[in-house]
């Protein structure tokens, strides 16, 4: 495994419960249904490790995985924007942009995406409180055994002109196992 000790730490649904805000992180969003959760457990190479956002109440938690000692994967929840109540979008809103706010331990985002609806309102509003913060941002685009190759690269390049140099883009698939090193590496770059 690639972090044979990686282990859930703790799940907030307030700020007060984050851990200790020392260390390194790195955030993984998406919105629900993207593949953030699959993304997660090919790249850290555990099975059922992030619940996917079908998990009740999943989409009110802040997840935190300790990758190795003093390094942590912050699972941030997503939501389809239909599917949420206003009261709990409005928490949810509230959580994250405390997160992004306030956490001094961040040191980039992952931005999980489906690759045939890339750049969503939800993805844009990730990439604003991470640029918010100059947290730079590595963008996952996942499913990508869904499209043909041309298409995958054809949506890649479309994204990558949308949000400019100084993000990073690339293909990936848990299901094939396509791109799962490469978003690896981006991670602990981030963390680096
Ligand atoms: P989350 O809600 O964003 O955490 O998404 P999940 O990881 O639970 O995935 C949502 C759905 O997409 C599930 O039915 C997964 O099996 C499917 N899925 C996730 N990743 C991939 C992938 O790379 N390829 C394909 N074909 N399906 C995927």
Redesign the pocket.
Same mark, same amino acid.
């Given at each position: 495994s690639a972090f044979p000790h990686v282990r859930f730490l703790t799940s907030a649904h307030q700020e007060r419960q984050f851990p200790p805000d020392s260390g390194a992180e790195v955030a993984v969003a *998406?919105?629900?249904?993207? *593949?953030?959760?699959? #993304?997660?457990?090919?790249i850290v190479q555990r099975k059922g490790l #992030?619940?996917?956002?079908?998990t009740p109440g999943a989409t009110r938690l802040i997840n935190f995985f300790e990758l190795e000692p003093g390094r942590r994967l912050v699972d941030l929840p *997503?939501y389809g924007f239909a599917a949420v109540p206003g009261a709990m979008r409005e928490h949810w809103g509230t959580l994250i942009e405390g997160y992004f706010r306030h956490r001094e331990t961040l040191r980039g985002a992952i931005v999980?995406m489906?690759v045939r609806h890339p750049l969503t309102e939800h993805d844009r509003t990730m990439l604003d409180l991470a640029s918010s913060r100059s947290a730079p941002v590595h963008i996952v685009l996942?499913? #990508?055994?869904?499209l043909g190759r041309g298409a995958g690269l054809q949506a890649m390049a479309g994204v990558r002109k949308a949000v400019g140099p100084g993000v990073t883009v690339q293909l990936?698939? #848990?299901?094939?196992g396509d791109g799962v090193a490469e978003a690896r590496g981006a991670m602990l770059r981030l963390l680096a």
């Amino acid at each position: 495994s690639a972090f044979p000790h990686v282990r859930f730490l703790t799940s907030a649904h307030q700020e007060r419960q984050f851990p200790p805000d020392s260390g390194a992180e790195v955030a993984v969003a *998406g919105r629900s249904n993207s *593949g953030k959760s699959s #993304a997660i457990n090919a790249i850290v190479q555990r099975k059922g490790l #992030a619940k996917t956002s079908k998990t009740p109440g999943a989409t009110r938690l802040i997840n935190f995985f300790e990758l190795e000692p003093g390094r942590r994967l912050v699972d941030l929840p *997503g939501y389809g924007f239909a599917a949420v109540p206003g009261a709990m979008r409005e928490h949810w809103g509230t959580l994250i942009e405390g997160y992004f706010r306030h956490r001094e331990t961040l040191r980039g985002a992952i931005v999980v995406m489906d690759v045939r609806h890339p750049l969503t309102e939800h993805d844009r509003t990730m990439l604003d409180l991470a640029s918010s913060r100059s947290a730079p941002v590595h963008i996952v685009l996942t499913k #990508a055994d869904k499209l043909g190759r041309g298409a995958g690269l054809q949506a890649m390049a479309g994204v990558r002109k949308a949000v400019g140099p100084g993000v990073t883009v690339q293909l990936f698939s #848990a299901l094939s196992g396509d791109g799962v090193a490469e978003a690896r590496g981006a991670m602990l770059r981030l963390l680096a």
